[in-house]
C-alpha cells in the first residue's frame, strides 16, 4: 500500500483522469475526499470505492471559486483529520477558434477553472499539509502548455500557467516539505477529449485507435496517468518536486 494513512483530496473525481486517481489513490490505502462540480458524479467515484472497500466521501465543489476550494479542504480534513495530497485536476476547455474570436468571456472562464482552480488548489492546501509536516500537491497540467494545441488559446495558456506556478510552488515550499508537481498528460481517453475530438472531426473518438497518436501507437488511459500521479503523491518521489511530468507516450516527441 502506497498511501496508507494518508489523506488525499482529488478534483475533477467524477470522471476521466480524477476518477481513476481516487480509485487508484483509495485502493493503495488513501482516505479520498472525491470533488467535483458534478456532486452526482463524485458521489458515483465515492460510492465505487466505499463499494470496494475504500475510504472516501464526496463533495461538490467549484474549483474556480475560492470560497468553495477552500471549504472542500476545510471538510476533507474535517471528515479525515489531516491532509496528505491535494491533487488539483479539474479542468475545462473552450472550443476551437482564431484567439480574435474567443469571446472574453469563454477566455476568461477557461483560465478560471484552469489557472485560477490550481491557485486555489495549491493556497488552501498548504496551510493544512503545513500543520500535517509536508504534502504532496500535483497538478494536471497539459502538453497543451508545453506546445501549442492550435485552435485552443485559453487553454495552451491556462496550461503553460500551471506548468508555471507548479515551479513556482515546489520553490517557495520545499522547506515546509510540501512537494509540488504537475503532470502533462497527452492524448488520454476521457470525456474532455471524445468532446474535442468530436467538435474537431465529427465523429467519436475510438478507443482502439491505433497509429500516429503516439510513439507507443495507441490513446492513452486514465490509468496510465493516474499511476503517475501515485508515485509524485506517494513517499517514492520524496525527492521529487517543481517538475512537470509528461505522460503522453512520446506524442510531443515526435
Ligand atoms: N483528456 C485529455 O486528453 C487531457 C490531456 C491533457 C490534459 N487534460 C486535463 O486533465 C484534467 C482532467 O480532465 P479529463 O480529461 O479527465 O476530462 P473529464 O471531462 O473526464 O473530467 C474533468 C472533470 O472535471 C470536472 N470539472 C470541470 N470543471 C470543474 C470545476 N469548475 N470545478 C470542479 N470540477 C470541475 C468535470 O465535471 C469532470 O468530471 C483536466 O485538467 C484537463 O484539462 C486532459
Redesign the pocket.
Known amino acids: 500500500m502506497k498511501l496508507a494513512h494518508k489523506v488525499a483530496v482529488i478534483?475533477?473525481a467524477?470522471?476521466?483522469?480524477?476518477k481513476g486517481a481516487a480509485i487508484l489513490f483509495a485502493a493503495q490505502g488513501a482516505a479520498v475526499a472525491a470533488?467535483?462540480?458534478?456532486g452526482a458524479?463524485a458521489e458515483q467515484t465515492a460510492a465505487e470505492i466505499t463499494a470496494n472497500g475504500g475510504k472516501a466521501i464526496a463533495l461538490a465543489?467549484?474549483?474556480?471559486s475560492s470560497a468553495e476550494v477552500q471549504r472542500m479542504f476545510d471538510q476533507a480534513v474535517a471528515r479525515f483529520g489531516r491532509l496528505d495530497i491535494a491533487y488539483n485536476?479539474?479542468?475545462?476547455?473552450e472550443k476551437s477558434e482564431l484567439l480574435h474570436e474567443i469571446p472574453d468571456d469563454d477566455f476568461a472562464r477557461v483560465l478560471d477553472?484552469?489557472l485560477l482552480?490550481v491557485f486555489y488548489g495549491i493556497k488552501y492546501a498548504v496551510p493544512h499539509m503545513m500543520k500535517a509536516g509536508g504534502g504532496a500537491i500535483i497538478n494536471?497540467?497539459?502538453?497543451?502548455g508545453l506546445k501549442a494545441f492550435t485552435g485552443k488559446a485559453a487553454?495552451t495558456a491556462s496550461?503553460a500557467g500551471v506548468i508555471a506556478m507548479t515551479q513556482v510552488a515546489g520553490m517557495q515550499y520545499g522547506r515546509y516539505n510540501i512537494r509540488v508537481n504537475c503532470i502533462?498528460?497527452?492524448?488520454?481517453y476521457?470525456?474532455?477529449?471524445r468532446a474535442v475530438h468530436r467538435e474537431q472531426f465529427g465523429k467519436e473518438l475510438d478507443p482502439a485507435i491505433k497509429g500516429r497518436i503516439s510513439a507507443l501507437r495507441r490513446i492513452?488511459m486514465?490509468q496510465d496517468v493516474a499511476r503517475v500521479a501515485l508515485f509524485l503523491a506517494s513517499d517514492d518521489a520524496a525527492f521529487v518536486t517543481g517538475a512537470p511530468f509528461v505522460v503522453d507516450g512520446g506524442y510531443t516527441t515526435g
Not at 140 to 144: F, I
Request: aromatic share 2%.
Open positions: 478534483t475533477g467524477g470522471s476521466g483522469m480524477g470533488v467535483d462540480l458534478d458524479a465543489a467549484d474549483v474556480s485536476n479539474a479542468g475545462t476547455i477553472v484552469n482552480g494536471t497540467a497539459s502538453v497543451a487553454y496550461k502533462c498528460p497527452g492524448i488520454i476521457t470525456g474532455m477529449s492513452g486514465p
